[in-house]
Nanobody
Framework: QVQLVESGGGLVQAGGSLRLSCAAS????????MGWFRQAPGKEREFVAA????????YYGVSVKGRFTISRDNAKNTVLLQMNSLKPEDTAVYYC??????????????????WGQGTQVTVSS
């Protein structure tokens, strides 16, 4: 079992920055790819970013590419999402997720086995 806890969400003005953190317990994250998804009210869960177990490869959703950066520290069992140039449309609950290596396409939520409870990000205009 892997337990994931997100933190760092909050209210920020458009153009501002936030850094989300995902802390894992139960097992080391080094054998898992990690992803961030988000879900706004009335919308489907959307892929935001993913990083492979080694951290050498990263993937981003079209709407956040160039503004968000995902990184991981396996020694600290944490994953970070740096969000810059935030827009009101980035408002959502952000979820951290873990997928076993080789379990599928990291862009799809169904690939991920473990999920955190989410952290709210609100961007005001």
């Amino acid at each position: 079992q892997v337990q994931l806890v997100e933190s760092g969400g909050g209210l920020v003005q458009a153009g501002g920055s936030l850094r989300l953190s995902c802390a894992a317990s139960g097992r080391t994250l080094s054998s898992y790819a990690m992803g961030w998804f988000r879900q706004a009210p009335g919308k489907e869960r959307e892929f935001v970013a993913a990083v492979t177990w080694s951290g050498t490869s990263t993937y981003y959703g079209v709407s956040v590419k160039g503004r968000f950066t995902i990184s991981r520290d396996n020694a600290k069992n944490t994953v970070l999402l740096q969000m810059n140039s935030l827009k009101p449309e980035d408002t959502a609950v952000y979820y951290c997720a873990a997928a076993r290596v080789g379990s599928g396409n990291y862009f799809y939520a169904t690939t991920y086995e473990y999920w955190g409870q989410g952290t709210q990000v609100t961007v005001s205009s």
